[in-house]
């Protein structure tokens, strides 16, 4: 949270945030999330990577899904992050389903069923 502090105090227009909740327990990652809203919701563009798909539910406009650094999907996180796609890249099934009492989408995978490469 310090170097988001920091680029906000330089009035950055853009910030890259690389994996902003890794390592972090599940409360910690709402907070993160919440606060990544909050900064898209006062006019800052955010750039972030993550391996968690359901953070496209929670706080993304658009995503570029990628596989070996190709870009092999990319639109709203409706359009982009389905089951199909989510399969191709991770080679799991996937489940995308709406979670009214989460207000958005979330991503479980299948345990169990996965095919190696």
Same mark, same amino acid.
């Given at each position: ?5 920091? +680029? *906000? ?5 853009? #910030?890259?945030?690389?994996? !902003?909740? /890794? ?19 006062s006019g800052l ?18 995503? +570029? *899904? ?5 870009? #092999?999907?990319?639109?709203? !996180?409706? /359009? ?38």
């Amino acid at each position: 949270m310090t170097l988001i502090a920091r +680029a *906000l105090a330089q009035e950055a227009e853009l #910030v890259i945030m690389d994996e !902003p909740t /890794a390592s972090l327990d599940f409360g910690n990652q709402a907070k993160v999330l919440d606060c990544i809203n909050e900064l898209r919701g006062s006019g800052l563009a955010i750039v972030l990577s993550t391996h968690d798909p359901g953070h496209a539910f929670a706080c993304a406009d658009n995503v +570029a *899904l990628m596989k070996r650094g190709q870009i #092999v999907g990319e639109g709203a !996180p409706q /359009a982009a992050v389905t089951p199909v796609a989510l399969h191709n890249l991770y080679g799991v099934e996937v489940a995308v389903e709406f979670m009214a009492g989460a207000g958005r989408s979330i991503c479980a995978p299948a345990l169990g069923r996965f095919r190696q490469e």
